[in-house]
């Protein structure tokens, strides 16, 4: 379904994401996790591009976490907009949402602008009334100003906030040096492997690497989800 969305706000996250928060003409119901396609004017013939809410589906205004990527039609677009102008989105869509299941862990793992759902999904009502047995989140950036709602997810309660910071000499306390990937390995007698529930979102590199080690330790397909946003070019 289409939706004309009246912009309320652009700011800086950090240096090279930003925030877009934006009200759409009726309710746009959505389940936490999911995405917009953003109509982006484009000559003749409008592109469309995908954007996870960042937001919880039962907060207005609705907000997105864009990645700002030099000469992309998409994320120029978003970025050239101004409060109250219009744009539309066709919505909802996607399949990374979040499963309860009493009993067992989850292990949300995200790369930049892919812990947007993620963070929708942590806000919602229905994760916080059926919360996992333990929950974690990853997220893998490079310099600490690449690091999305640091204070939020910090302070979030329940939740074990791990940013892993790949491009630096050194951590405080509460983050790790390396990649998600070398979260997993060295902290990996602290998994319960057969009993977590793993959500990757990002860059696609990131995600074939998680899951061949998610193979290796013996999780099944039925406890991982995914959404792919970029599949960098191979070298
Ligand atoms: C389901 C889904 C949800 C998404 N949600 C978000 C979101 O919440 N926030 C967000 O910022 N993006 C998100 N994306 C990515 C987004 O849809 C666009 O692909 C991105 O903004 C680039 O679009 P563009 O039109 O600006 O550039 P394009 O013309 O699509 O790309 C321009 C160039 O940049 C490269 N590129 C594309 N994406 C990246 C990247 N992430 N890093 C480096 N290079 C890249 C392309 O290969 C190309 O060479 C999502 C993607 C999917 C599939």
């Known amino acids: ?44 013939k ?28 998409g994320n120029s677009y978003l970025a050239r907009l101004q409060p109250g102008e219009s744009f539309s989105v066709f919505a ?9 299941k009493p009993g067992r862990d989850a292990v ?8 947007a759902p993620i963070r929708s999904m942590l806000l919602s009502t229905q994760f916080q009334a059926s919360p996992p047995r333990r929950t974690t989140c990853l997220l893998g950036v490079r310099t600490p100003d690449e690091i999305l709602y640091h204070d939020e997810m910090s302070q979030l309660a329940g939740l074990r906030w791990i940013p892993c910071l790949s491009r630096v000499p050194s951590v405080p306390k509460g983050q790790f040096l390396g990649r998600v990937t070398q979260w997993l390995e060295q902290n990996s007698a ?31 397909k039925d406890a991982l989800y995914q959404e792919i946003y970029f599949k960098p070019p191979k070298a």
């Not at 939706?3 to 309710?27: G, H, I, N, W």
């Open 1 to 44: 379904m289409e939706y004309l969305c009246r912009v309320d706000e652009l700011r800086a996250l950090t240096p090279s994401v930003f925030e877009l928060k934006f009200t759409p003409e009726r309710p746009l119901v959505f389940e936490a996790g999911q995405y917009v396609s953003v109509v982006v004017p484009h000559g003749e």
């Open 46 to 73: 409008p592109l469309r591009r995908p954007y996870s809410v960042a937001s919880a589906p039962h907060s207005v205004p609705i907000e997105l976490c864009v990645q700002r990527i030099a000469e992309g039609p």
């Open 92 to 100: 909802p869509y996607g399949f990374l949402v979040f499963h309860p």
């Open 108 to 115: 949300f793992i995200a790369t930049g602008t892919g812990v």
């Open 190 to 220: 602290e998994i319960a492997w057969a009993e977590t529930d793993f959500y990757l979102c990002g860059n696609g590199a990131m995600i074939d690497e998680v899951k061949t080690l998610l193979k290796a330790r013996g999780v099944p």
